[in-house]
């Protein structure tokens, strides 16, 4: 089983960055998928999720700038980040979660926005 995200990097603020995650080793298209994002001292925190009849959840603070998807055939989950804030840097991470097996997790990817 793993979840492994690339796409990070270093952008300038109002910018933009694309996420991405393949999967393997999983009944992908039974998994919710998500992003969280840790920022140095703080706990790791919700970005979005992704179910696997397609409908979204998304925090509060990147709603409107921040979109997910996810593609079945590829198992990929995708975040697609637009107008990106220095507040907005992190380490991100991919999830999948399916009730009877738990939330897996990926290594993460950093993100840094400066301003």
């Known amino acids: 089983v793993q979840l492994q995200a690339s796409g990070g990097g270093l952008v300038r603020a109002g910018g933009s960055l694309r996420l991405a995650c393949a999967a393997s080793?999983?009944?992908?298209?039974?998994?919710?998928m998500g992003w969280y994002r840790q920022a140095p001292g703080n706990l790791r925190e919700l970005v979005a999720t992704?179910?696997?009849?397609?409908?979204?959840n998304y925090a509060g603070t990147v709603k409107g700038r921040f979109t997910i998807s996810r593609d079945n055939a590829k198992k990929m989950v995708f975040l697609e980040m637009n107008s990106l804030k220095p507040e907005d840097t992190a380490v991100y991470y991919c999830?999948?979660?399916?009730?009877?097996?738990?939330?897996?997790w990926g290594q993460g990817t950093q993100v840094t926005v400066s301003s």
């Open positions: 080793g999983i009944n992908f298209g039974v998994y919710t």
């Open positions: 992704i179910t696997s009849g397609g409908n979204t």
């Open positions: 999830s999948a979660s399916y009730r009877p097996i738990g939330t897996l």
